[in-house]
């Protein structure tokens, strides 16, 4: 497609259970990246992939997230044992090699 | 890690006024992106500019590598401006972006 798409749009889970993030790149993008916007304006970065090969992981909090980009399907970003402070909106972008095209987003609430 | 800075951190402009954003950045970059954060949450694309000059109606954008920063130019603004405007760099080609913390932007009928 020429967007990207995430779903879920909304995701509640009660603390301690499992939450699971879906991400489409552009066709023909072989860059994705994950990113978390926790307060208003501060955006962090958690994974990147080239194709479906983990590409840049340093700020994955490995413990609790996951994520993976296999071929012929959505990517995706796992969070075992979600914690009140995963609330966040999840961003979803992809890249042929240099500019970046972001997802609408998926908003966590971890009650 | 490189650090990127953005002012003013907060703009109220009335309809029709123009405005310049500013974002300073740390170190080289190989990339640099403006976006504009809706009331809504989404980011919408609006210049890919590591370097140069650039306009796209009443926005334009330049970018000063050598000096390390970007300027995004709002003309005759409207209210539907109003929203977050980010800056974003990229190290090295591929690279994850690092964000500014963003200039919030409230254009007033």
């Known amino acids: 497609g020429e967007e990207v798409a995430q779903t879920p749009k909304h995701l509640v889970r009660g603390e301690g259970q499992k939450a699971k993030l879906y991400c489409a790149p552009i066709?023909?993008?072989?860059?994705v990246f994950w990113y978390q916007q926790v307060l208003k304006n501060e955006f962090k970065f958690l994974i990147s992939?080239?194709?479906?090969?983990?590409?840049?992981e340093t700020g994955m909090p490995k413990e609790r997230f996951s994520a993976k980009c296999l071929p012929n399907s959505p990517c995706s970003l796992e969070i075992q044992a979600t914690k009140l402070e995963d609330s966040a909106v999840y961003f979803c972008?992809?890249?042929?090699?240099?500019?970046?095209?972001f997802g609408p987003g998926t908003r966590l609430t971890v009650t | 890690g490189i650090q990127v800075e953005q002012s003013p951190p907060d703009l109220i402009l009335q309809e029709g006024a123009n405005s310049t954003l500013r974002c300073n950045f740390s170190?080289?970059?190989?990339?640099l992106q403006w976006f504009h954060q809706n009331p809504w949450g989404q980011l919408i694309n609006l210049f890919y500019?590591?370097?140069g000059t650039k306009q796209n109606g009443r926005l334009s954008a330049t970018t000063v590598a050598t000096e390390r920063y970007s300027l995004l130019y709002i003309s005759s603004s409207q209210t539907t401006d109003s929203g977050v405007y980010f800056c974003?760099?990229?190290?090295?080609?591929?690279?994850?972006?690092?964000f500014g913390e963003g200039t919030q932007l409230t254009v007033n009928p």
């Open positions: 972008a992809s890249s042929p090699f240099d500019e970046q095209y």
């Open positions: 170190d080289s970059v190989n990339n």
């Open positions: 992939f080239q194709n479906e090969n983990v590409f840049d």
């Open positions: 974003a760099v990229e190290e090295t080609s591929g690279s994850r972006l690092t």
């Open positions: 500019i590591p370097s």
């Open positions: 066709k023909g993008h072989s860059y």
